[in-house]
């Protein structure tokens, strides 16, 4: 993920976005207007079935994962332990329901120009449901620590405990929990590639971000005529950090604002602190291409992360209890009843 800089709005987003924004802002027109129709007494009974039931999510065998994918070692993509990762995630995906599909990519490195073999893993349960959601993480590494402070530093291996595994650990998770959920949703948990092959820090930085999730967005948008629909995509970046504090991010305020709300009214009733009702900092993420190819989306990001892109992001950083209050938050959501609208 990468930080906007004042004079860098999303350059993607804006033309296909403001259509789906205009048509969102008339959409939620049209659900107010509809919900004020409603008698009350039918409300009060949306109201008591609404309360969230969070699947029983382990924090300790969450921080188990993330301590394994750190184990393979550095994962960036096109890597040997990218691949190994990915195998990894793809039978524990079977093991537990789901059905799973590769998306291959050609890719580019940046620096040394060599072709890139990149690969979305796509895990989906209940396949025959149209209407679906998504929760999206990136599994690649960064290559090098390149924000540490200690220049020496720069060049070491990046473990990525946090940004990377954190996210791969909570859905791998939430993967025990899906085959016997009541959640009305077909769900895809996806892991896209190449979210940022990108080298050197600051000012400084040479290559793309987001390949993975824009392959992904791009897919999605050329197979139109497939059934399959998203209603809704969660990207959880970072949220493993052991000081978790998850603020609303402001382009997903801006992109999908239904969706902030729902996920933060779950929160609230769960009582849930670390999602603080507060706008935090605008950050680009995976998120960022999904809205762009018609598909809401937020972004799940605890920022305030002292050891981003340095040498330190390492499973001591996290914590499984974290791991789980996101878990509790995300399932809870994903249980919700669909007349709850979303
Ligand atoms: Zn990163």
């Given amino acids: 993920m990468s930080i906007p800089t004042p004079t860098d709005r999303p350059s993607r987003p804006p033309r296909r976005l403001l259509g789906g924004f205009a048509l969102l802002v008339a959409l939620v027109g049209l659900g107010l207007a509809a919900s004020a129709l409603i008698p009350a007494s039918r409300m009060t009974m949306a109201d008591s079935r609404s309360a969230p039931v969070p699947a029983p ?34 039978d524990h995906f079977r093991k537990h329901g789901g059905a799973v599909r590769e998306q291959p990519f050609p890719a580019t490195d940046p620096v040394s120009n060599a072709p890139v073999a990149m690969v979305n893993l796509i895990g989906s349960w209940f396949p025959d449901r149209a209407e679906r959601v ?19 530093n720069r060049k070491k291996p990046f473990l990525g405990a946090n940004d990377g595994a954190s996210g791969v650990a909570l859905l791998m998770e939430i993967a025990h929990h899906l085959a016997d959920s009541p959640t009305p949703w077909g769900v895809d948990l996806v892991l896209f590639d190449g979210e940022e092959l990108v080298y050197g820090g600051g000012n400084d930085q040479v290559g793309d971000y987001f390949l993975g999730s824009k392959a992904f967005a791009r897919a999605y948008a050329e197979g139109k005529k497939d059934k399959a629909r998203y209603a809704a995509a969660l990207v959880l970046d970072m949220v493993g950090d052991r000081d978790l504090a998850i603020d609303r991010e ?5 992109f999908a604002p ?13 009582k849930v602190p670390q999602f603080r009702d507060k706008l935090g900092r605008a950050v680009y993420d995976d998120h960022l291409p999904l809205n762009n190819g018609g598909i809401p989306a937020i972004d799940i990001i605890d920022f305030d992360y002292r050891h981003w892109h340095t040498a330190k992001d390492l499973p001591e950083q996290c914590s499984g209890a974290s791991l789980a209050q996101v878990g509790k938050v995300v399932t ?8 709850q609208g979303r």
């Fill in 57 to 90: 999510v382990d924090g300790d065998r969450a921080y188990g994962y993330l301590k394994a994918l750190c184990a393979i070692g550095p994962r960036p993509a096109g890597s040997a332990a990218n691949a190994r990762q990915r195998a990894m995630v793809a």
């Fill in 134 to 152: 998504l929760l999206g993480v990136h599994y690649d590494t960064r290559p090098f620590p390149d924000e540490d402070p200690i220049p020496a």
């Fill in 250 to 254: 402001p382009y997903s305020v801006e």
């Fill in 258 to 270: 239904g969706l902030v709300r729902d996920v933060w009214a779950v929160a609230k009733a769960l």
């Fill in 332 to 339: 809870a959501w994903l249980n919700k009843p669909k007349a």
